[in-house]
């Protein structure tokens, strides 16, 4: 059964910081590219980031310069470390894959 499970999500004051956490099971993660995406009440998803097979990666452009993607291949998870956040980064954020889908999401709330 292959699965993403989202975690680290939470409310922090703008400026903050958080980490968040996608662990995949039933496949090896490093095998596809995976994306952080996030959608606020009444926008469209938007794409955070994304991690290439090759190691890659790519950032959307509000993000750029204070979000970081990273790998684990040992914990088959993926990290979003999530600085300097604003009250706009406020959304539910979801990692996926094309093998596994979507995660169930992990809100972010900045106020």
């Known amino acids: 059964h292959v699965q993403l499970v989202e975690s680290g999500g939470g409310s922090v004051q703008a400026g903050g910081s958080l980490n968040l956490s996608c662990t995949a099971s039933?496949?090896?993660?490093?095998?596809?590219?995976m994306g952080w995406y996030r959608q606020a009440p009444g926008k469209e998803c938007e794409l955070v980031s994304v991690i290439n097979v090759d190691g890659t990666t790519k950032y959307g452009d509000s993000v750029k310069g204070r979000f970081a993607i990273s790998q684990v291949n040992i914990k088959n998870t993926v990290y979003l470390q999530m600085n300097s956040l604003k009250s706009e980064d406020t959304a539910l954020y979801y990692c996926?894959?094309?093998?596994?889908?979507w995660g169930q999401g992990t809100q972010v709330t900045v106020s």
């Open positions: 996926a894959t094309a093998l596994a889908g």
């Open positions: 039933g496949f090896t993660r490093d095998d596809y590219d």
